[in-house]
């Protein structure tokens, strides 16, 4: 199994990752912007249907692993990412603390 590591201070959200996998694992969501400045990207997620009160200004797109069983780690997404903001990663080769700094952490 395969995991996403994003670096979101760079991620531009202009989707292109998304638009390659072609296994169809990653997708793109909705983050309040405040969530995502210096600290990892986790749980704390919003998105726009489910919030309809949040401001759009305040959020922000990032990918994720909607469908981690699906992908096959062939990393299409990184290669393709204009700003090198992704990069995935086998799960069996992390560490506990590595895996703290993931876009969606792994047990």
Not at 15 to 27: E, M, N, R, Y
Not at 39 to 56: C, E, G
Not at 62 to 76: K, Q, R, T, V
């Amino acid at each position: 199994m395969f995991t996403l590591k994003l670096e979101a201070k760079s991620c531009i959200s202009c989707g292109i990752c998304s638009d390659v996998c072609t296994p169809g694992a990653l997708d793109m969501r909705i983050w309040k912007s405040g969530t995502i400045e210096g600290n990892a990207l986790t749980y704390t997620r919003l998105h726009s249907q489910n919030s309809p009160d949040i401001d759009p200004e305040q959020t922000t797109s990032f990918p994720y692993l909607a469908h981690p069983e699906l992908c096959d780690g062939c990393s299409d997404c990184a290669r393709e990412c204009p700003v090198e903001a992704l990069s995935v990663i086998r799960t069996e080769e992390l560490s506990a603390t590595t895996r703290q700094g993931l876009a969606f952490p792994v047990a």
